[in-house]
């Protein structure tokens, strides 16, 4: 059985941090390519970062640029979103998801719950 699950989120006023924590589990985690993605209330939701399977490739979304930073861990099936510098409109639920390596299409396999990240101004 597959599970993502996120942890970390939680209340930060604006200009603090936040790091998230995605931990996979029933596949090799090694294997897949690592995303996080948000919602806010009333909006799609949205690409923030992602990082290749190896650490060898990031990708940002231009809101979060020279703010986020997303890391992985192989050895803790583990990926990571360091949040600084945040902003009221960063407030949305934080999900992580899993894109096999071998795969052409961009679309993602695996998908966990989320994790709430509200900032306060």
């Known amino acids: 059985q597959v599970q993502l699950v996120e942890s970390g989120g939680g209340l930060v006023q604006a200009g603090g941090s936040l790091r998230l924590s995605c931990v996979l589990s029933g596949r090799t985690f090694s294997t897949y390519n690592m995303g996080w993605f948000r919602q806010a209330p009333g909006k799609e939701r949205e690409f923030v970062a992602a990082?290749?399977?190896?650490?060898?490739?990031?990708d940002y979304a231009d809101s979060v640029k020279g703010r986020f930073a997303i890391s992985r861990d192989n050895a803790k099936n583990t990926v990571y979103l360091q949040m600084n510098s945040l902003k009221p409109e960063d407030t949305a639920v934080y999900s992580c998801a899993a894109r096999w390596r071998g795969k052409s299409s961009l679309n993602y396999d695996y998908w966990g719950q989320g994790t709430q990240v509200t900032v306060s101004s």
């Open positions: 990082i290749s399977w190896n650490s060898g490739s990031t």
